[in-house]
Nanobody, 120 residues
Framework: QVQLVESGGGLVHEGGSLRLSCAASNNIFSINGMGWYRQAQGKQRELVATIVSGGSTNYHDSVKGRFTISSDNAKNTVYLQMNSLKPEDIAVYYC??????????????WGQGTQVTVSS
């Protein structure tokens, strides 16, 4: 069973920084990609950032230039460095990992979520 464990959320003042981590269990041979979604109260979940196995990254327009996604393949871990945080970044952040399956395609696994709160 694949498990994703998140850490690093918390409370920070506007303009501050946080670094989220998401570690996948070590019984994994390959990961196609990992990333982060967030869900603010009363809003739909939105994709924040992704990184694929080749290293290419993508970001939601609202976080470009402020957030950086990176990964440590040896540790099956993805990070989200969040700088210049704003109140509109307040949300529960969920990491995910897309793993290949034997029959082709991939399966997505989710972390438990971590709260990010920004005080103004």
């Amino acid at each position: 069973q694949v498990q994703l464990v998140e850490s690093g959320g918390g409370l920070v003042h506007e303009g501050g920084s946080l670094r989220l981590s998401c570690a996948a269990s070590n019984n994994i041979f390959s990961i196609n990609g990992m990333g982060w979604y967030r869900q603010a109260q009363g809003k739909q979940r939105e994709l924040v950032a992704t990184i694929v196995s080749g290293g290419s990254t993508n970001y939601h327009d609202s976080v470009k230039g402020r957030f950086t996604i990176s990964s440590d393949n040896a540790k099956n871990t993805v990070y989200l460095q969040m700088n210049s945080l704003k109140p509109e970044d307040i949300a529960v952040y969920y990491c995910f990992a897309d793993l290949p399956v034997w029959a082709g395609g991939q399966r997505r696994y989710w972390g438990q979520g971590t709260q990010v709160t920004v005080s103004s």
